[in-house]
């Protein structure tokens, strides 16, 4: 038996309090208040990125540029996740008064002001939090892999 595969079983007899030094020493940082499930699901994850190596560059970055997206507009969608080209116009009635949105390169276009989402927006028009691209129908793009389950 391997030594990752002896190491991962070994996980599922600690205690939480031997989860927790574990993690320590792992992860070279003091355990999170989280149960022992997550622990040793986040154990695992360390142990097994030293042997298979960790998330390829281009991935880490996206998760932190969703991560900033998140802690700034509460909406991990942007204009480059939906399919919309610059220049597009979405209208919206909502209460007797019709919206009009204009995509631009680096975010949208509402009524002069400049918005990074398309939840702003719609949380502005509506004075409560809703979906932007849900507000405006708007859908996220197709991966290749959808694409290509839609043609056969």
């Known amino acids: 038996m391997s030594t990752l595969k ?5 996980l599922n007899e600690m205690t939480p309090s031997q989860l927790r030094a574990e993690w320590r020493e792992q992860l070279r940082t003091i355990a999170p208040d989280i149960g022992p499930d997550l622990l040793r699901r986040g154990i ?7 042997v298979h190596g960790g998330l390829p560059t281009a991935t880490r970055n ?6 900033r997206q998140i802690e ?4 991990v969608m942007s204009a480059r996740d939906i399919s ?15 919206h009009h949105v204009l995509v631009l390169s680096d975010g949208f276009e509402h009524q002069g002001r400049h918005y990074s989402s398309l939840t702003q927006i719609a949380s502005a028009i509506t004075g409560t939090h809703w979906s932007g691209p849900r507000f405006f129908g ?3 793009r197709k991966t290749e892999k959808q694409r290509a389950c839609a043609d056969d």
């Open 6 to 10: 002896t190491k991962l079983e070994s």
């Open 44 to 50: 695992a994850w360390k142990l097994q990125s030293r």
């Open 62 to 67: 996206r998760l932190s540029e969703a991560l």
């Open 72 to 75: 700034k507009t509460g909406d």
């Open 84 to 98: 919309l080209k610059t220049g597009t116009r979405l209208v919206r009635q909502w209460h007797d008064t019709t």
């Open 138 to 140: 708007v859908r996220k």
